[in-house]
């Protein structure tokens, strides 16, 4: 079911460019991942790379990107004995508004294997992005918001603005358009609060996940 969902979603996606938009435009290629995972205030913290992917399309006002990555998690200090895999599929769609804004909607997707060495995760993300041309062929975005209704496999909860996102992404186009380099740094902070039946825990998570690659251009 996710997998067909993605497939769905990689069909219609992009990033909204602020000045004058392509008519239609759509991208994919490969990426390497790097990730820093933690919980409780850093006691459990993991560091570790893996591949992924990106696909990208915009069509007028509309765009949306998907990134699809597995990383391998390796205990680095604290408490954390454990290593484990987190795939990740992240949505993001947008709606141009004006000058440098669009609006964006998305959903975020982690999954744990095993499955109780960290939280797996879910939630929809609703903020802005900011986008600016550097120069001929090279794009800046920085975009942020919250994470909304966020569900974890080992259970808690958060307050309507404990779970936030900040990222920022990078896009240079070569080959006259055809061949694109990406850069993407992607953070998230989640005010997690467990309750053990006699009082409520702090259960904080943190994740920081950088992303590089290469994609075709049609």
């Known amino acids: 079911m996710r997998t067909a969902a993605t497939l769905a979603a990689v069909g219609a996606l992009a990033i909204v460019p602020t000045c004058p938009l392509a008519s239609q435009q759509f991208s994919v290629g490969p ?4 990730g820093d995972y933690r919980e409780t205030t ?5 560091r570790g790379s893996g591949l992924g992917a990106k696909a990208s399309m915009t069509w007028k006002k509309v765009s949306a990107d998907v990134w699809l990555s597995k990383i391998k998690y390796t ?8 290593e484990f895999d987190a795939s990740e599929v992240d949505v993001k769609l947008r709606y141009f508004i004006s000058g440098p804004f669009s ?3 998305g959903y975020m997707n982690r999954k744990v294997d095993p499955e ?3 939280q797996s995760m879910g939630a929809v993300t609703l903020g802005a992005q900011m986008s600016h041309l550097l120069g001929p062929g090279v794009r800046m975005a920085l975009d942020g918001g919250l994470l909304l209704g966020p569900k974890f496999s080992g259970g808690g909860s958060v307050s309507a603005l404990g779970a936030v996102r900040l990222g920022l992404g990078l896009k240079v186009d070569a080959l006259r358009g ?3 380099i990406t850069g993407d740094y992607d953070f ?10 006699a009082a409520v825990l702090s259960a904080p998570i943190q994740q920081s996940l950088g992303r590089v690659g290469v ?4």
């Open 103 to 105: 609006a964006q909607l």
């Open 178 to 180: 055809r061949l694109i």
């Open 116 to 118: 109780f060495e960290a």
């Open 42 to 46: 850093a006691d459990l913290r993991y």
């Open 31 to 34: 990426q390497v991942a790097f």
């Open 215 to 218: 994609g075709i251009a049609f």
């Open 75 to 82: 205990p680095h200090g604290g408490a954390a004995t454990t």
């Open 188 to 197: 998230q902070s989640v005010s997690r609060e467990t309750d053990n039946g």
